[in-house]
């Protein structure tokens, strides 16, 4: 088939569920990963003949069961690095980069100037936290730790992908002896999470693409005990950070003021709820006192 046939071919199958210029990078970005095809060959030389066209047509078709393109491709880019990702793993958001820079301003800004800094990321999935502070603070000892062996084994081909060197923790966090269980008394300058925390009834307002193929074991909480894991982490963190220790979180946007008020009743100073580029509650950043 020509290019320009199966470019066609993508606006006809996927016209209703996608606005043209996403169908667009779609075409764009598949033709590159599997073909090697550059965007500008794309427009030049429409009438090329694409020889093997299964696989693209394979890839059409998972588009159009709202199969996520970070999936079909096995990657993504976060906080201008790449990442391997497949259904054991979240797709790194948006707004969990925007947590990677507040810890970065944070760190440049602090006044203690140790050089020995021990950085735990808990529920690190594709490990796009951690291998973020890593690469950016290269000083620094980071520590990823999650449940899912499956979602270790791409954040490890993730360190190799990005030449950093994060030591992994697989372990239940939830365990009331998580500390002592896991972590042979290493202590943590900052702790960082993007736990579990959208509540059951909010799958409603979720995309199928989401719903279908992202890890549940990664997104969803319970409605009664939505705070499950900020509990779990703050108790965690109150032994697990050193002195002057910091935590930060990414937080459901429906649940600043209750993540704030869980943090203050184990108390934690200087509390700081932040909002994301859309204005939303989105991020927490609280002191060991
Ligand atoms: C929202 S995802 C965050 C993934 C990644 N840090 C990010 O920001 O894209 C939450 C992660 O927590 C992990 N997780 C879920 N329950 C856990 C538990 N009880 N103990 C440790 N990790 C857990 C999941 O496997 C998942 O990787």
């Known amino acids: 088939m020509k290019l320009a046939q199966i470019k066609n071919e993508f606006h006809n199958v996927l016209r209703k569920l996608f606005p043209k210029e996403e169908i667009d990078t779609f075409f764009y970005l598949i033709s590159e990963k599997f073909y090697g095809i550059k965007r500008i060959d794309l427009t030049m030389y429409p009438e090329k003949e694409v020889k093997d066209e299964a696989l693209i047509l394979e890839a059409l078709e998972l588009l159009k069961q709202q199969k996520p393109i970070q999936y079909i491709l096995g990657e993504t880019e976060f906080y201008g690095l790449r990442y391997k990702v497949n259904e ?21 800004k602090r006044s203690e100037a140790t050089t020995d800094i021990n950085i735990l990321d808990i529920g690190t999935g594709s490990g796009c ?3 973020s502070l890593a690469k950016n603070l290269p000083q620094a000892k980071v520590y990823g730790f999650d449940f899912s062996k499956n979602a270790l084994k791409i954040a490890k081909e993730n360190t190799k992908y ?9 372990g239940d966090i939830l365990n009331e002896d998580a500390f002592e269980t896991y972590f ?24 199928p693409n989401v719903l279908d193929y992202e890890p549940h074991l990664a997104l969803f ?14 108790k965690f963190a109150k032994k697990a950070l050193r002195t002057n220790g910091v935590l930060f979180f990414e937080i459901n946007e429906y649940l600043g003021q209750e993540t704030v008020l869980l943090l203050e009743k184990f108390n934690y100073k ?20």
Do not use: C, H
């Open 221 to 234: 909480v319970e409605d009664d005990n939505p705070l499950l894991f900020y509990n779990a982490i703050a």
């Open 270 to 289: 200087n509390i700081v709820l932040k909002q994301d580029a859309f204005g939303k509650d989105r991020m927490v950043k609280a002191e060991l006192n």
């Open 162 to 170: 990005n030449s950093v060197n994060i030591e992994f923790v697989e």
């Open 88 to 108: 054991d793993v979240l797709i790194p958001r948006p707004e969990t980069e925007e947590l990677v820079e507040w810890i970065l301003n944070w760190y440049s």
């Open 129 to 131: 936290i951690a291998i």
């Open 184 to 207: 042979n008394n290493d202590k943590f300058d900052v702790i960082v999470s993007n736990p579990p925390y959208v509540r059951a009834k909010e799958k409603q307002l979720m995309k």
